[in-house]
């Protein structure tokens, strides 16, 4: 069966009404942290598992680096709901660890470049790729756009590899 898809107005729609309820309302230390979070939970997992096991992360005060780091067992029990729980639970304690030595300053550089109108988004987006624990291209993305940056599309690798291999002018990292 060939069936065309095609995207409606009202597709659009939807997507920006979940864009701006996903969006950081407030960007402090604190909300792109559980950005971080969220990322890195969103990687291979249905949306809905995803919310619950991040919700209930939040529910257990489990959304910054020292109880994170102080409460494994609760971590890995909420974790373990899902999908590749050994990699995401790895990677949030890494993260935990990482935020603490870089003291969130690739936070404050989000913060600032926001207040600054957005100019350095990519630049932005490859560090956080290239620094961040468990947080590829892709997820990096996908927190720039939870910071309410625009003209970043969360989209995976392979996806890009197709754009490029079909002449568009894509950018594709080694």
């Given at each position: 069966?060939?069936?065309?898809?095609?995207?409606?107005?009202?597709?659009?729609?939807i997507g920006?009404?979940?864009?701006?309820?996903?969006?950081?309302?407030?960007?402090?230390?604190?909300?792109?942290?559980?950005?971080?979070?969220?990322?890195?939970?969103?990687?291979?997992?249905?949306?809905?598992?995803?919310?619950?096991?991040?919700?209930?992360?939040?529910?257990?005060?489990?959304?910054?680096?020292?109880?994170?780091?102080?409460?494994?067992?609760?971590?890995e029990?909420?974790?373990?709901?899902?999908?590749?729980?050994?990699?995401?639970?790895r990677?949030?304690?890494k993260?935990?660890?990482?935020?603490?030595?870089?003291?969130?300053?690739?936070?404050?550089?989000?913060i600032?470049?926001?207040?600054?109108?957005?100019?350095?988004e990519?630049?932005?987006?490859?560090?956080?790729?290239?620094?961040?624990?468990?947080?590829?291209?892709?997820?990096?993305?996908?927190?720039?756009?939870?910071?309410?940056?625009?003209?970043?599309?969360?989209?995976?690798?392979?996806?890009?590899?197709?754009?490029?291999?079909?002449?568009?002018?894509?950018?594709?990292?080694?």
């Open positions: 069966m060939n069936k065309k898809l095609k995207l409606t107005e009202n597709d659009f729609k920006m009404e979940i864009w701006e309820k996903e969006k950081i309302k407030s960007l402090t230390l604190e909300n792109i942290f559980r950005g971080f979070i969220y990322v890195i939970l969103s990687s291979t997992e249905r949306y809905d598992k995803q919310l619950r096991v991040y919700e209930e992360l939040l529910e257990n005060n489990l959304d910054n680096s020292i109880n994170i780091l102080a409460n494994p067992m609760l971590l029990s909420i974790v373990g709901k899902a999908r590749f729980p050994n990699a995401k639970i990677h949030i304690k993260l935990a660890k990482w935020a603490l030595d870089d003291d969130y300053d690739l936070t404050r550089k989000i600032k470049d926001f207040t600054d109108g957005k100019i350095r990519f630049e932005i987006r490859d560090e956080i790729a290239d620094e961040v624990p468990g947080v590829g291209r892709k997820c990096a993305s996908l927190l720039m756009s939870k910071c309410g940056y625009e003209y970043l599309v969360p989209v995976d690798i392979w996806m890009l590899r197709f754009l490029k291999d079909a002449s568009y002018e894509v950018e594709v990292s080694n």
